[in-house]
């Protein structure tokens, strides 16, 4: 009997940590065709990667590209026994979108991003490459623009510009998912966070993106000291601390929660180019790492009860900004895909 027997959710990578955070200011970009080929050749116990999410901005996808490119890129994609999940819209304004709770102009912008991305996502699942996966939006402004005025009609607005979002959604068949950082406003804190979702109050076509390193500054209160679920300074060996403070988190936010990344962090803050400062992305065995990666993403996949929501159909592993030199190292990718199987094993199931 093998010892890895479930075959859900299935284990995906992300490729944007080829481009997030390079740039002039910062380390060349890895291509796309890099990424999925480190991706494919990684290997843990006869396990591998099943699958890639996808940031639709170029040089990896562009939010513009035409549907003989999307062609090219299923077929890219599929070449090398891989299926597309979950795909990041370019909301920000550097990338062509505004600020979700800006002027009428820059909600417009965001808005337009977010069709395009939907569209490119439909596409996808056409072609028959994308099987699951949601389309990942945030607020595209900072928690220090957000504080300026009145911070809870800020919150109402990107509530405003969400819900038309949703309706954009609901035409092209997506999903959406909000992503709980510390470096958007109006969901840089978990009850932030957990009010915007009720403003929007359309699950059936936005939720919550939960990424194991950002949602773990949550617990600290980063921008946000008043929602801080541990003390500053804290004993980290206190394991029964920690695991008592991501119950409170997950019991707010799992309800909501309809995309999963497995990270590591080291409960410290970084940027790297022109990336505003946010989780830090730590190896799976990073000695720093705070969190028991199989252990803690239990609290994600399971319900209060103990029993696997099997809310997603994949989950995937994202790693910020990590040098080049490491990513272009083949072992570490397999230590990342041991990490996710562990993760199965542990949490998974079979259909």
């Known amino acids: 009997m093998s010892s890895h027997p479930h075959t859900f959710p299935k284990l995906h990578n992300a490729a944007w940590p080829g481009v997030v955070g390079k740039g002039p200011d910062s380390e060349p970009p890895l291509s796309l065709d890099t990424m999925l080929d480190l991706t494919a050749a990684a290997e843990y116990d006869g396990q591998r990667f099943e699958g890639v999410d996808l940031f639709l901005y170029a040089p990896?996808?562009?939010?513009?590209?035409?549907?003989?490119?999307?062609?090219?890129?299923?077929?890219?994609v599929r070449s090398r026994?891989?299926?597309?999940?979950?795909?990041v819209a370019p909301v920000w304004p550097p990338t062509g979108g505004g600020s979700a709770m800006g002027s009428e102009e820059?909600?417009?912008?965001?808005?337009?991003?977010?069709?395009?991305?939907?569209?490119?996502?439909?596409?996808?699942?056409?072609?028959?490459?994308?099987?699951y996966g949601v389309v990942r939006i945030d607020s595209a402004c900072s928690p220090s623009q957000w504080l300026e005025g009145d911070p809870q009609e800020n919150s109402r607005r990107i509530a405003d510009t969400f819900r038309r979002a949703c309706d954009i959604?609901?035409?092209?068949?997506?999903?959406?998912?909000?992503?709980?950082?510390?470096?958007?406003?109006g969901?840089?804190?978990?009850?932030?966070?957990?009010?915007?979702?009720?403003?929007?109050?359309?699950?059936?076509?936005?939720?919550?993106?939960?990424?194991m390193a950002h949602t773990l500054l949550y617990l600290l209160g980063y921008n946000a000291p008043e929602d801080?679920?541990?003390?500053?300074?804290?004993?980290?060996?206190?394991?029964?601390?920690?695991?008592?403070?991501?119950?409170?988190?997950?019991?707010?936010?799992?309800?909501?929660?309809?995309?999963?990344?497995?990270?590591?962090?080291?409960?410290?803050?970084?940027?790297?180019g022109s990336h505003d400062k946010t989780g830090r992305h730590c190896l799976p065995n990073d000695p720093n790492g705070k969190l028991d990666i199989p252990h803690h993403a239990g609290f994600w996949l399971r319900?209060?009860?103990?029993?696997?929501?099997?809310?997603?159909?994949?989950?995937?592993?994202?790693?910020?900004?990590?040098?080049?030199?490491?990513?272009?190292?083949?072992?570490?990718?397999?230590e990342i895909l041991a990490a996710m199987v562990a993760v199965r094993d542990a949490h998974g199931w079979t259909e």
């Not at 990896?60 to 890219?76: G, N, Q, R, S």
């Not at 092209?172 to 510390?182: M, N, Q, R, T």
């Not at 500053?232 to 119950?247: G, H, Y």
């Open 106 to 131: 820059e909600r417009e912008r965001f808005l337009t991003q977010v069709r395009k991305g939907c569209r490119i996502a439909r596409a996808l699942r056409q072609l028959g490459v994308r099987p």
């Open 81 to 87: 026994g891989l299926v597309i999940g979950s795909v």
């Open 303 to 334: 319900d209060e009860n103990g029993r696997l929501t099997k809310r997603f159909r994949h989950i995937c592993w994202d790693g910020c900004m990590f040098p080049n030199e490491v990513m272009m190292r083949p072992e570490t990718w397999n």
């Open 228 to 272: 801080a679920i541990l003390p500053p300074q804290w004993d980290w060996s206190d394991r029964a601390r920690l695991d008592e403070a991501l119950r409170q988190l997950t019991a707010a936010l799992r309800p909501w929660t309809v995309d999963f990344h497995v990270a590591q962090n080291d409960a410290t803050v970084k940027g790297s």
């Open 169 to 185: 959604a609901e035409e092209f068949g997506e999903v959406l998912a909000a992503e709980g950082e510390i470096c958007w406003g």
């Open 187 to 211: 969901m840089h804190s978990w009850r932030q966070m957990v009010k915007l979702l009720e403003l929007v109050n359309r699950p059936d076509r936005l939720g919550f993106q939960a990424d």
């Open 60 to 76: 990896h996808v562009d939010i513009d590209a035409t549907d003989e490119e999307l062609e090219l890129l299923a077929d890219k």
